[in-house]
């Protein structure tokens, strides 16, 4: 028997315990000391083209984002800053996370520069910083009421305000055409531009302020606690007290320095309530009862009359009057404006670029009242 014919049941056997490997490259398992397959792995030049394609334009984006977010920041109103902040929804501010985007507050500033620019009322300018905080105040504002509408279930639709365009708006000017035409003049709006940002939410709060009313009636020991107060007064007055020197103690408009004067009216010049009282006392009279009008509660006295005669001659009785006004403010309203103040003493308010904070400071507590709460803690 040769050798060859020795070894073959051996190789025979060792050959059966070889898995067949068609491939060129073989690579052994560490852990079982078995020969597996492991095909070479090959890429296809296309697809890390593409790979590093996709990859640029995501470095790019991110780049490209970075760059608008700085100029947003340092408040750039060129074209390109706008226009890039509107393609990413970048924001100004935000108001318990709801955005105030930068391309909005930037539109909002153009028009209100471009309203005191056609003005020719002589009425002064607002600085940049006011012009700034009222325009970024309003829309936090705005963005705070739709959240108020949504918890309220009010919403403003499409045709109530195509109805007060048409009922309220255009009928000021002689045409649709001519109020499209002033309105962009004045704003640099469209009609619908300025129904989108001006009418709609001035229209949505007054929706929500008067479903709260409807929620929260008004309480009347309010305005009964200002009649009384007048009531007081008057009795004071008629015991002998000093009319004008009382007017400068307790009166509510801007009459008060004065001692009340009002100077000389004709009765149309006056409220009909208000004007059908003086016109019915003689010189030196105090009414006996206080005279209630829109504005609250009065104390009147008529110091003189006369009668004069018009641009056309004919005679117009005039009086000289005096009066202490007790306001009487709507306390519905008074409750709905302190819901909203509350919400935004709450709220957090977020500024993302170098721009004043409307709500700074507007909400923090009298001095006082911190010292008292630091006392409180320390001891």
Same mark, same amino acid.
Do not use: C
């Given at each position: 028997m040769?050798?060859?014919q020795?070894i073959s049941?051996?190789?025979?056997?060792?050959e059966?315990?070889?898995?067949?490997? &068609?491939s060129e490259?073989t690579s052994s398992?560490?852990? +079982?000391?078995e020969?597996k397959?492991?095909? &070479?792995?090959?890429f296809?030049?296309?697809a890390m083209?593409?790979g590093?394609?996709?990859?640029?334009v995501?470095v790019?984006?991110?780049i490209?984002?970075?760059?608008?977010?700085?100029?947003?920041?340092?408040?750039?109103r060129?074209?390109? &800053?706008?226009k890039?902040? /509107?393609l990413?929804h970048i924001?100004?501010a935000?108001?318990?996370g709801?955005k $105030?985007?930068?391309? *909005?507050y930037v539109d909002?500033l153009?028009a209100?520069e471009q309203?005191y620019?056609?003005?020719d009322?002589g009425?002064?300018?607002? +600085?940049d910083?006011?012009e700034?905080?009222?325009? !970024?105040?309003?829309?936090?504002?705005?963005?705070?009421i739709?959240d108020?509408?949504?918890?309220?279930?009010?919403e403003?639709t499409k045709?109530?305000?195509?109805?007060?365009?048409?009922?309220?708006i255009i009928?000021?000017?002689p045409?649709?055409?001519d109020a499209?035409?002033q309105?962009m003049?004045?704003?640099?709006?469209?009609?619908?531009e300025?129904?989108?940002?001006i009418v709609?939410p /001035?229209e949505?709060?007054k929706?929500v302020?008067?479903?709260?009313a409807?929620?929260?009636?008004?309480?009347?020991? $309010?305005?009964?606690?200002?009649?009384t107060?007048?009531l007081?007064i008057?009795?004071q007055?008629?015991?002998?007290?000093?009319?004008a020197e009382m007017?400068?103690q307790?009166?509510?408009?801007? &009459?008060?320095?004065?001692?009340?004067d009002?100077?000389?009216?004709?009765h149309?010049?006056m409220v009909?309530?208000?004007? *059908?009282?003086?016109?019915s006392l003689?010189k030196?009279d105090?009414?006996s009862?206080l005279?209630?009008?829109?504005f609250?509660y009065?104390i !009147?006295q008529?110091?003189?009359?006369?009668?004069?005669?018009d641009?056309?001659g004919?005679d117009?009785e005039?009086?000289?009057?005096r009066h202490?006004?007790? !306001? $009487?403010?709507?306390? /519905?309203e008074? @409750?709905?404006?302190s819901?909203v103040n509350d919400?935004?003493?709450n @709220?957090k308010?977020?500024i993302m670029a170098?721009?004043h904070d409307?709500f700074?400071?507007v909400?923090?507590?009298p001095? !006082?009242d911190l010292?008292n709460? *630091?006392?409180e803690?320390n001891?």
């Open positions: 040769s050798e060859e020795k049941p051996k190789m025979e056997e060792m059966e315990k070889i898995p067949v490997n &068609t490259d398992d560490v852990t +079982s000391g020969v397959n492991n095909p &070479t792995k090959k296809s030049p296309m083209i593409l590093g394609f996709v990859l640029a995501v790019g984006f991110f490209f984002y970075a760059v608008v977010s700085a100029q947003v920041k340092k408040i750039s060129s074209d390109f &800053t706008v890039s902040a /509107t990413f924001p100004v935000s108001i318990d709801k $105030v985007l930068y391309a *909005d909002n153009k209100m309203f620019e056609t003005d009322t009425e002064q300018e607002p +600085s910083s006011e700034s905080d009222f325009i !970024l105040s309003r829309l936090l504002v705005n963005n705070l739709v108020l509408a949504k918890e309220m279930d009010v403003v045709e109530e305000i195509n109805a007060i365009a048409k009922e309220q009928p000021g000017f045409s649709e055409e499209e035409k309105i003049d004045r704003y640099g709006w469209t009609l619908d300025f129904l989108e940002k709609y /001035t949505l709060e929706k302020a008067a479903k709260y409807e929620e929260h009636p008004a309480d009347g020991s $309010v305005e009964e606690g200002v009649r107060q007048a007081g008057l009795n007055i008629k015991e002998g007290a000093d009319f007017a400068k307790y009166g509510s408009d801007g &009459t008060a320095e004065q001692g009340g009002l100077g000389w009216f004709t149309d010049q009909p309530e208000f004007a *059908d009282a003086a016109f003689n030196g105090l009414s009862e005279v209630k009008t829109q609250g009065h !009147l008529v110091t003189d009359k006369r009668t004069t005669q641009e056309n004919n117009v005039e009086v000289q009057a202490i006004l007790f !306001l $009487v403010q709507d306390n /519905t008074d @409750a709905f404006r819901l919400r935004l003493k @709220a308010i977020k170098d721009i409307p700074e400071g909400f923090d507590e001095i !006082l010292e709460s *630091d006392t803690e001891s």
